[in-house]
């Protein structure tokens, strides 16, 4: 099993930075979808598409991600824009930016338990039949879900969960926003919820489960 190394740079501070603005400023604000938006192009480090996004949008929402990434992590934004200076609305992106189809980032999320056949009793893994539902996320994805079942959103670095706690999380937000059961992020828990319970049943060796 491989645990995808957590970025302790500027660039994950940067991600927060604007992920948090969003949601302060919440869904009904008409640049929502652009701060969130451009939290995820940046932690995959998809410079060209953030660029054309930045570039695309409204010039109050433009120059505040822009400065949010000159502030917090520097070097992407010398990658972005090389050394201009002066407004940032009137900056136009560097011509040779790519998007990082290289970098190994996402996550699913999988059952584990012990090896019981690894002498020092340390080693994960997972049952060979197991076959998962749930879709493949950005690691800024898997995050922002463990944040918002009151989980550790630090996945990277942290062993897996257990199976127990995470249902009692999931079942916990459930119980709280039945009024907003309609909602996008309520399906996501629920089928989350579903999801480990199934492990539960199918897979009766399974501990703890993580997005991996």
Same mark, same amino acid.
């Given at each position: 099993m491989r645990f995808h190394e957590f970025k302790a740079d500027g660039s994950t501070l940067a991600v927060r930075t604007i992920n948090r603005y969003a &949601? @302060?400023? %919440? *869904? &009904?604000s008409m640049d929502y979808d652009m701060f969130k938006k451009s939290a995820e192009l940046l932690d995959k480090e998809m410079l060209k598409s953030l660029a054309q996004h930045i570039e695309n949008? &409204? #010039?109050a929402p433009? @120059? !505040? +991600?822009? *400065?949010?990434i /000159? *502030?917090?992590d520097p070097d992407t934004f010398k990658k972005m824009y090389g050394d201009q200076d002066g407004y940032f609305s009137l900056m136009k992106p560097m011509k040779n930016l790519t998007d990082d189809e #290289?970098? @190994? @980032? %996402? /996550?699913q999320f999988t059952g584990y338990y012990k090896d019981p056949k690894d002498p020092s009793g340390n080693r994960w893994t997972y049952p060979d039949s197991m076959d998962t539902k749930t879709p493949y996320r950005s690691n800024f994805a898997a995050r922002e879900f463990l944040s918002r079942i009151g989980m550790d959103p630090d996945f990277e670095e942290n062993p897996p969960i257990p199976l127990k706690d995470f249902i009692d999380a999931t079942q916990k937000y459930m119980m709280n926003n +039945? /009024? &907003?059961k309609d909602s996008d992020q309520y399906d996501e828990v629920e089928m !989350?919820?579903?999801e480990a319970r199934r492990f539960m049943t199918q897979h009766k060796e399974i501990t703890h489960v993580q997005f991996a």
């Amino acid at each position: 099993m491989r645990f995808h190394e957590f970025k302790a740079d500027g660039s994950t501070l940067a991600v927060r930075t604007i992920n948090r603005y969003a &949601d @302060e400023i %919440g *869904k &009904d604000s008409m640049d929502y979808d652009m701060f969130k938006k451009s939290a995820e192009l940046l932690d995959k480090e998809m410079l060209k598409s953030l660029a054309q996004h930045i570039e695309n949008s &409204d #010039t109050a929402p433009r @120059e !505040y +991600v822009m *400065k949010v990434i /000159a *502030k917090r992590d520097p070097d992407t934004f010398k990658k972005m824009y090389g050394d201009q200076d002066g407004y940032f609305s009137l900056m136009k992106p560097m011509k040779n930016l790519t998007d990082d189809e #290289t970098v @190994e @980032e %996402g /996550a699913q999320f999988t059952g584990y338990y012990k090896d019981p056949k690894d002498p020092s009793g340390n080693r994960w893994t997972y049952p060979d039949s197991m076959d998962t539902k749930t879709p493949y996320r950005s690691n800024f994805a898997a995050r922002e879900f463990l944040s918002r079942i009151g989980m550790d959103p630090d996945f990277e670095e942290n062993p897996p969960i257990p199976l127990k706690d995470f249902i009692d999380a999931t079942q916990k937000y459930m119980m709280n926003n +039945v /009024a &907003d059961k309609d909602s996008d992020q309520y399906d996501e828990v629920e089928m !989350y919820h579903q999801e480990a319970r199934r492990f539960m049943t199918q897979h009766k060796e399974i501990t703890h489960v993580q997005f991996a």
